[in-house]
């Protein structure tokens, strides 16, 4: 009975341990952008999503993960309130004139530490994690998914997409230490808009 008693034992010493590591295999599954991205359940029923407004393709924060691994952070203002009354068609990536000095690389042992300093309380923070590759599954990008689902707040938000022109051109440039000047840049006008100003008046 005792023998009986100690392998019943084992066995379920080994059955909770195939469960501990299936749940650190389900918690860092690799990230399919472009499976993912086309797909959410709806009461049982997977549809697509709707499309990013190209306006809101860079939130208020926007982490970019190098093809070597490397993280790169940059912010913008307040997103505020998102009504859905936009033009479906208007999803290319609006240019933002970002600037090389406006990339921060954050390294990857203080990734918590910098998202608690610099993620604002008083506003909604709307987050997108920007990879070169469409599969993300480094140690990089579940440090970091693991430090965003802790710090941020109820109202806060965060996506998955691939890099955008302007993103890849721009970190380009501050890897090669080169001057930077968006004007003089061949840009893909199916990758980037160039959203009309009404010019100013003089008076």
Same mark, same amino acid.
């Given at each position: 009975?005792?023998?009986?008693?100690?392998?019943?034992?084992?066995?379920?010493? /080994?059955? #909770?341990?195939?469960? *501990? !590591?299936?749940?650190?295999?389900?918690? $860092?599954?690799?990230?399919?952008?472009? +499976?993912? @991205?086309?797909?959410?359940?709806?009461?049982?029923?997977?549809?697509?999503?709707?499309?990013?407004?190209?306006?809101?393709?860079?939130?208020?924060?926007?982490?970019?993960?190098?093809?070597?691994?490397?993280?790169?952070?940059?912010?913008?203002?307040?997103?505020?309130?998102?009504?859905?009354?936009?033009?479906?068609?208007?999803?290319?990536?609006? /240019?933002? #004139?970002?600037?090389? *000095? !406006?990339?921060?690389?954050?390294?990857? $042992?203080?990734?918590?530490?910098?998202? +608690?300093? @610099?993620?604002?309380?008083?506003?909604?923070?709307?987050?997108?994690?920007?990879?070169?590759?469409?599969?993300?599954?480094?140690?990089?990008?579940?440090?970091?998914?693991?430090?965003?689902?802790?710090?941020?707040?109820?109202?806060?938000?965060?996506?998955?997409?691939?890099?955008?022109?302007?993103?890849?051109?721009?970190?380009?440039?501050?890897?090669?230490?080169?001057?930077?000047?968006?004007?003089?840049?061949?840009?893909?006008?199916?990758?980037?808009?160039?959203?009309?100003?009404?010019?100013?008046?003089?008076?």
């Amino acid at each position: 009975m005792r023998r009986i008693f100690i392998g019943f034992m084992i066995c379920l010493l /080994f059955w #909770n341990c195939a469960k *501990k !590591d299936k749940k650190i295999v389900e918690k $860092n599954k690799p990230y399919i952008i472009s +499976k993912e @991205n086309n797909r959410q359940i709806i009461n049982g029923d997977t549809v697509p999503p709707p499309p990013i407004p190209g306006f809101l393709v860079y939130g208020t924060n926007t982490f970019i993960i190098d093809s070597d691994s490397t993280i790169y952070y940059f912010k913008r203002g307040d997103v505020g309130h998102i009504c859905g009354n936009w033009d479906r068609g208007d999803t290319i990536a609006y /240019f933002i #004139n970002l600037q090389p *000095k !406006d990339l921060t690389q954050i390294p990857t $042992n203080s990734i918590s530490n910098f998202i +608690k300093s @610099n993620y604002k309380d008083h506003f909604r923070n709307m987050t997108f994690i920007a990879s070169k590759s469409d599969t993300l599954k480094t140690k990089a990008y579940f440090d970091l998914v693991k430090a965003l689902k802790s710090s941020l707040k109820e109202r806060d938000q965060y996506f998955m997409r691939r890099t955008t022109q302007e993103e890849d051109t721009v970190l380009k440039y501050k890897k090669n230490n080169q001057y930077y000047n968006s004007k003089n840049i061949k840009w893909d006008d199916k990758r980037i808009s160039f959203p009309f100003i009404k010019p100013k008046l003089n008076h």
